[in-house]
């Protein structure tokens, strides 16, 4: 099976943002499991130690001048899924992903679509669909020109009132 994320990502030219609203995903996911029970990644380390393939990804999609953004928004108190998530996180900057959050009480008055996603070059946005426990359970890609819009404006909106990771602190 094919990842339409990875897919997306290799076609990109100029862009790839990626908008993210939940509290939690995949709560069995073996990385979170092995962080919940004390597995750290260290910034010192080999790389190779670092999550990957998605780290390679990264890495080869910036140095084509793709410029990818991330954008988290997150209920305070994090959740630990949250704070696992921005432990996890110093990987996808060095790699060249730019990376934010931002505060659910921050982004109340944003209209944001219903659920997260990738948008690739302004062109095409991947919706993914999760079941309540946080498993992906569908994707959707869509390329109406109002669709486009709304992410667009929404992205921006969110990316404008962020913090960048380096100076995030989760609020415990």
């Known amino acids: 099976m094919t990842n339409p994320v990875l897919e997306g990502l290799a076609k ?11 509290d939690a995903y995949q ?6 499991v092995a962080w919940r029970n004390g597995k750290r990644l260290d910034p010192a380390a080999d790389r190779s130690t670092w999550w990957r393939p998605f780290l390679d990804v990264v890495t080869r999609t910036t ?12 209920s305070e108190p994090v959740t630990d899924y949250i704070q696992y998530e921005y432990d ?10 730019l990376v934010r959050w931002l ?5 109340a008055d944003i209209p944001l679509p219903g ?18 426990a946080g498993d992906v359970v569908d994707r959707e890609w869509r390329t109406e020109p109002e669709v486009i819009q709304l992410v667009t404006q929404a992205f921006e909106l969110v990316w404008q009132r962020a913090t960048p990771h380096e100076r995030y602190k989760p609020v415990q």
């Open 115 to 132: 659920t997260d996603l990738w948008m690739f070059d302004s062109e095409s946005v991947l919706f993914t669909y999760f079941s309540g």
């Open 63 to 74: 140095a084509r001048g793709v410029v990818m953004r991330r954008a988290r928004i997150v």
């Open 27 to 32: 709560p069995y996911d073996p990385e979170f």
């Open 12 to 22: 990109a030219q100029r862009s790839a943002v990626h908008l993210e609203m939940r």
């Open 88 to 97: 996890v996180t110093f990987p996808n900057v060095v790699a060249g992903e």
């Open 103 to 107: 505060p659910r009480r921050r982004a």
